[in-house]
């Protein structure tokens, strides 16, 4: 899973960009019905997040200490147990999924929700 982004900041000319990469396994059972699947899981695995800074840097006391552009990244061990259903139609399958992202090594985190929509082909 790879997620971008960036955002403005409030210290004037500044933009912020981030972007963090999920990578590991899901491990889940299915409990079917003729049209409805239900698939419990947990995903385990390691969260990267890096991003930088970049723009003129604010001209007041006390700013920032290190020049612009700044860069960072971190990794942390993440757990997200959840939930995925399914619809099959024929060959194709549609589907979504509900989870709880946490990343128990990461001081300050807290629990994030995250949903995913999904379309897929049986073969």
Do not use: C
Not at 16 to 23: A, G, I
Not at 42 to 67: D, E, F
Not at 87 to 92: A, D, E, M, V
């Amino acid at each position: 899973m790879d997620y971008l982004g960036s955002q403005a900041t409030d210290a004037g000319p500044l933009t912020e960009s981030l972007r963090s990469v999920l990578y590991g396994v899901e491990v889940g059972y299915n409990i079917g019905a003729p049209l409805v699947t239900l698939r419990p899981q947990l995903g385990i695995g390691n969260y990267t997040v890096s991003g930088g800074y970049s723009g003129t840097p604010p001209i007041r006391p006390g700013g920032p200490a290190y020049g612009y552009p700044a860069h960072f990244g971190t990794s942390n061990f993440y757990l997200e147990p959840g939930v995925t259903g399914l619809l099959s139609f024929g060959i194709w399958i549609v589907g979504a999924d509900a989870n709880v992202l946490f990343l128990p090594g990461m001081s300050g985190s807290q629990p994030a929700f995250t949903a995913h929509g999904q379309v897929g082909v049986k073969f």
